[in-house]
């Protein structure tokens, strides 16, 4: 594991239904206290890499053949979801998948619980969240169901924040999004970093948006990384455009 990395994958191998071959091959790092991005067309394996570090890929019947990864040092290959909820790695899915029947507040909430806190804590959590997010405290009573695209993202990524995490994996979170709302989300990111010390992974098919704000970026292509480095010199190479028109 590199020295001081949060999160190390080495060399993964994602295989679905036991048979479709998803991802091969696949090592990056996250440092702690900085944004990566995951880049490339769709179809190109962010989703599988995410949900292959957050355990989640079990749930589509994904199975992890080779490979290791390691978050703060520790082997967690096959540790189950809800313990790497609980050691601080949480993963915001794509979709936003908001409780539509709850108010945005009750949807907050439901992430809040995984450390049993005080109610006392509870309020806390959630002033840090609106916090953030001012919009969502305006909206707090209202049915989740009933906010907008950017409101019901917002109430997702909100969510994974209440379990106090140190490592956020965020799924596509501009898809479907207006570009006015993606970057006040991206600079929230960017904010929970500066000020929380948080450390986030961004799968995105928006290169632009994630890296204008991420540290470091690597871009996936059928499966396999195909380039990597600093956000500043992979946004002004050649290598991302390559890569979308090959996806």
Same mark, same amino acid.
């Given at each position: 594991?590199?020295?001081?990395?949060?999160?190390?994958?080495?060399?993964?191998?994602?295989?679905?239904?036991?048979?479709?071959? @998803?991802?091969?091959?696949?090592?990056?790092?996250?440092?702690?206290q900085?944004?990566?991005?995951?880049?490339?067309?769709?179809?190109?394996?962010?989703?599988?890499?995410?949900?292959?570090?957050?355990?989640?890929?079990?749930?589509?019947?994904?199975?992890?053949?080779?490979?290791?990864?390691?978050?703060?040092?520790?082997d967690?290959?096959?540790?189950?979801p809800?313990?790497?909820?609980?050691?601080?790695?949480?993963?915001?899915?794509?979709?936003?998948?908001?409780?539509?029947?709850?108010?945005?507040?009750?949807?907050?909430?439901?992430?809040?619980?995984?450390?049993?806190?005080?109610r006392?804590?509870?309020?806390?959590?959630?002033e840090?969240?609106?916090?953030?997010?001012? &919009?969502?405290?305006?909206?707090?009573?209202?049915? @989740?169901?009933?906010?907008?695209?950017?409101?019901?993202?917002?109430?997702?990524?909100? &969510? @994974?924040?209440?379990?106090?995490?140190?490592?956020?994996?965020?799924?596509?979170?501009?898809?479907?999004?207006?570009?006015?709302?993606?970057?006040e989300?991206?600079?929230?990111?960017?904010?929970?970093?500066?000020?929380?010390?948080?450390?986030?992974?961004?799968?995105?098919?928006?290169?632009? @948006?994630?890296?204008?704000?991420?540290?470091?970026?690597?871009?996936?292509?059928?499966?396999?990384?195909?380039?990597e480095?600093?956000?500043?010199?992979?946004?002004?190479?050649?290598?991302?455009?390559?890569?979308?028109?090959?996806?």
């Amino acid at each position: 594991m590199p020295v001081g990395a949060l999160l190390h994958i080495q060399n993964i191998e994602v295989i679905y239904e036991k048979v479709i071959l @998803a991802v091969q091959d696949i090592s990056l790092s996250v440092a702690p206290q900085s944004i990566v991005a995951l880049l490339g067309a769709n179809g190109a394996g962010k989703s599988t890499t995410l949900k292959a570090i957050s355990g989640l890929a079990s749930a589509q019947r994904g199975e992890i053949v080779d490979g290791r990864i390691e978050y703060q040092g520790n082997d967690i290959t096959t540790t189950p979801p809800a313990t790497l909820v609980e050691r601080g790695l949480v993963q915001v899915l794509e979709g936003r998948h908001c409780f539509a029947h709850l108010s945005v507040e009750e949807n907050l909430l439901t992430g809040g619980f995984v450390h049993n806190p005080s109610r006392h804590k509870l309020n806390q959590l959630l002033e840090s969240i609106y916090h953030y997010f001012p &919009r969502l405290k305006l909206l707090r009573k209202n049915l @989740a169901g009933y906010a907008s695209g950017g409101e019901q993202q917002m109430v997702a990524i909100g &969510r @994974a924040l209440m379990s106090e995490p140190t490592l956020v994996l965020l799924d596509e979170p501009s898809m479907g999004l207006a570009p006015q709302i993606v970057e006040e989300i991206f600079t929230i990111i960017k904010n929970l970093r500066d000020e929380q010390g948080m450390s986030f992974l961004v799968a995105e098919q928006n290169a632009g @948006a994630a890296l204008r704000y991420a540290d470091y970026a690597y871009i996936l292509e059928n499966g396999r990384i195909s380039s990597e480095g600093d956000a500043e010199h992979i946004n002004q190479s050649e290598v991302l455009l390559a890569s979308y028109l090959a996806g």
